[in-house]
């Protein structure tokens, strides 16, 4: 006979190889054809509605590593309230307007001069949805699981709808209206920009010192003075209308290089040093509040510059006299409207200058600085050129420089409801809290939206005019054109004449002979995702608003969070949602921002054909992802491995319960051994810290509890000693049902703890488990942490021996290092402890030596009367020796007993038993 037969070795077809690339595709096939994601709303249905909503990615290129972190994120979460207690339907989006459409189509050659508006935005529709296909495939791979097949996009006629009943409810409430201000203007754009839309990087620019002359100095400063303003923008001179000064600042004339010169005091000596001055003496000091009215004259042009009283003024730097140029800063535009200065703005939408800044017309503005600033040295009135290196505003799309620019455009009043803004904010839960702070202070803080764009691929803002100019923005306009787009798209817009988009025999009294314009601006694309609360929540049956939650990048407090903030206060008096989760970048494993210019990059798809999307999700899951993240090939190594334990422990579990049948093999919990107990109150904590991790969002605690539950408490510990019972006894010994006992209860509840994260794997585990009944992991429920009587004593004293055991442990390899033992079951423990250790060890009936995975076990004496070859530990001494006997051919423990039973004498007493009665 071989004895090697007569193990109940684990019997399983689950692979120990995940081989993920080509395992995960099939998986998804799976769930594809039997439509997962119905089947799964079809289970929850009638449960308490969670609704992520989800924002909507840019629909143009490949996914990046931010994508993937994202998407996850929002998985992890849906799959969890799916399995705990809710129904929580998840709808993709996609944001298809703006320019880097248009920008794409022109790098492919579209020749858009050469084609109607209409034409045009056809092919962008075209483009946008071939992004769409393309991203949702890469979505789909990561194993993410949403209505796949009704996203919503911000394209389609039905959102469009929506989005124009945002703006006339807006408009119905006096918060939308036309003005001209300075904004952030794109010349490589050609189109205002919202501040969502700017980044800041570092640019070189001229740093100039100018004299203004006094020509009226209202009795104040004499006429030989110069007001000295600073701006490292030269192009804005010719824009230059007045001088602001700080009404509370102490200003001084003084005397340096044979010209006199008014400069903040606090200022004086930073001007000094850096105009190089040699010798200066004060003249004179003033109150800001009295230079009010006085008016110095333009270095270049025949003109007056107005000093004005502003308390936008600082002493930061320059000199506390602020050029003012109404047409090309805010705070400039602000106090030249308190002083009734015109809005001049000599630069058009190429960032060109016009004929208004004489001598440097058709220049572009960057390119004027040279000229101008030569002008100014001509004219006597350089102080001081240098260079300095700042941060300063760009398109956040073609990452070229931006400039404050006047132009007429559609703003939303923040203003106007700031208050309730600021309110909304308070009632929402942050993750992380600082969000909180960061989204109030950009309320608190931010001036009117610019929402109008100078660009074709967008929604229409929906205005028309009369013919003596008078806008119209009706109910009866805004739900008419609602209605024509909601039938027909947008496009509609660019193709038929006003008249035919205004409602039959509409009549204005601004328009007595029937004549009308529109408006040929688009809407800003925040202002489109920002709608899809009410495009999205509010048109679709599964959804509700607010949502329970918005979850994404950090940038977002900027972007989407804001805009959507915006325009449901505006219209509801309430925010989108109840919360708000953000997370950070995804970095290289420097922590340097990923760039294929320094080939630092990690593409989801290269990973997931290496490795697999749950290793990808793995390691989603953990990371600190409410700060930025690392992602490299070392670090995915490091997951890959984890992900090996885990997956090996699933193995172990299924391969031992393959005769295991829960419905009549199944130990009641109090008949179960005390080391069997005590694993279940393990696993119900687990069960209970897990579930509280998820509920918390805090996915690195749900990695880090089931990876060492999995290495700790079951490789290391249970599993290690039970192979001894699992394989060596007899199929239904009582022992051997209680530890199985165990281990199914385990394996059940660690694939649902984990199926939120391990989509694949979870499923894969799931078909594996011959009494799981459900066609698939997502149509259960998350374990419930049971109540167990005596847990609290049961846990202390188990863990009092596990302490134990580790110093055993520790005994055993140093004896392994001294050569006196080869494998541990080759050597026999004797223990030399303490009154309390040996009431525990007397309180244990288990078999002492079965669970240190020895031959032979004894306590044999006290503490004190270790011997001198002992180990000694704190509240332990120890003396390993060689066990005594022979080893057993089919258990391989070491004893005296081998040969006693004259048919098996290569066996102990106990396999001869176990063979005999059933071989």
Known sequence: MEYKDTLLMPKTEFPMRGNLPNREPEIQAKWEEMNIYEKVQKHTEGRPLFILHDGPPYANGDIHMGHALNKILKDFIVRYKSMSGFCSPYVPGWDTHGLPIEQALTNKGVKRKEMTVAEFRKLCEEYAYEQINNQREQFKRLGVRGDWENPYITLKPEYEAQQIKVFGEMAKKGYIYKGKKPVYWSPSSESALAEAEIEYQDKRSASIYVGFPVQDGKGVVDQDVEIIIWTTTPWTIPANLGISVHPELTYVVVEADGRKFLVAEELLEAVTSEIGWENTSTVKKVAGKELEGVLAKHPIYDRTSLVMLGEHVTTDAGTGCVHTAPGHGEDDFHVGQKYGLEVLC?????????????????????????????????????????????????????????????????????????????????????????????????????????????????????????????????????????????????????????????????????????????????????????????????????????????????????????????????????????????????????????????????????????????????????????????????????????????????????????????????????????????????????????????????????????????????????????????????????????????????????????????????????????????????????????????????????????????????????????????????????????????????????????????????????????????????????????AEGETCERCWVVTPEVGKVEEHPTLCERCATVVKENY
């Open 346 to 882: 000599p630069v058009d939408d190429k960032g060109v200058m016009t004929a208004e800044a004489e001598g440097f017309e058709g220049l572009f503005y960057d390119q004027a600085n040279k000229p101008i600033t030569e002008k100014l040295e001509e004219a006597g009135a350089l102080l001081k050129l240098s260079f300095i290196t700042h941060s300063y505003p760009h398109d956040w799309r073609t990452k070229k420089p931006v400039i404050f620019r006047a132009t007429a455009q559609w703003f939303a009043s923040i203003k106007d409801f700031r208050g309730e803004l600021l309110k909304a904010v308070e009632e929402t839960k942050w993750v992380p809290a600082w969000g909180e702070t960061r989204l109030f202070n950009m309320v608190r803080d931010r001036g009117d939206w610019c929402i109008s764009r100078q660009r074709a691929w967008g929604v229409p803002i929906p205005v028309f005019y009369t013919e003596n100019g008078e806008e119209i923005i009706t109910d009866e306009t805004i739900d008419h054109v609602s209605n024509l787009f909601r039938e027909q798209g947008s496009n509609i817009w660019f193709e038929k004449e006003a008249k035919e988009l205004l409602p039959e025999d509409f009549s204005h009294p601004g328009s007595p002979n029937g004549k009308f314009t529109k408006e040929t601006d688009i809407m800003d694309v925040w202002f489109d995702s920002g709608s899809s609360h009410q495009a999205v929540l509010v048109e679709r049956d599964d959804l509700q608003r607010p949502a329970d939650l918005y979850l994404e990048g950090s940038d977002q407090y900027r972007g989407w969070f804001n805009s959507s903030l915006s325009t449901a206060v505006a219209v509801t008096g309430k925010a989108p949602y109840k919360g708000v989760l953000s997370h950070g970048f995804a970095l290289d494993g420097e922590g340097r921002k990923m760039s294929k210019s320094i080939g630092n990059v990690v593409v989801p798809s290269k990973v997931m054909n290496q490795l697999g999307a749950d290793i990808l999700r793995l390691w989603v899951a953990s990371v600190d992802y409410q700060s930025d993240v690392r992602v490299s090939d070392a670090i995915l190594k490091q997951v890959a491995e984890v992900y090996r334990k885990i997956r090996n422990t699933y193995r172990f579990l299924l391969g031992n319960l393959s005769d295991f049948n829960p419905e009549t093999d199944a130990v009641p919990f109090e008949q179960l051994r005390e080391v069997d107990q005590f694993m279940l109150v393990k696993l119900n904590k687990l069960t209970k810290y897990v579930r509280n991790a998820y509920d918390n969002y805090e996915f690195a605690g749900v990695y880090h509890a089931v990876n060492n539950f999995c290495t700790l408490d079951l490789s290391s510990f249970y599993l290690d000693f039970a192979k001894d019972v699992l394989y060596i006894e007899a199929a239904d010994n009582a022992e051997r049902r209680a530890i199985q006992t165990v281990l199914h209860e385990s394996l059940l509840t660690l694939v649902k703890l984990t199926a939120p994260i391990l989509s694949h794997t979870a499923d894969e585990v799931w078909a594996f488990i011959p009494s799981a009944k459900e066609d698939s992991v997502q149509l259960t429920d998350m374990p419930e942490a049971k109540e167990i009587a005596n847990a609290e004593a049961l846990e202390n004293k188990w863990n009092a021996f596990m302490k134990l055991r580790d110093d055993v442990l520790k005994a055993l390899e140093e004896a392994r290092n001294q050569k006196v033992i080869g494998k541990s079951l080759t050597a026999k423990v004797s223990l030399y402890v303490n009154d309390s250790t040996k009431e525990l060890l007397d309180s244990i009936s288990e078999n002492l030596s079965q669970l240190f995975i020895v031959s032979g076990f004894e306590v044999a004496g006290s503490y004190d009367q270790a011997p001198d070859n002992a180990i000694k530990l704190e509240n332990t001494a120890i003396v390993v020796t060689k």
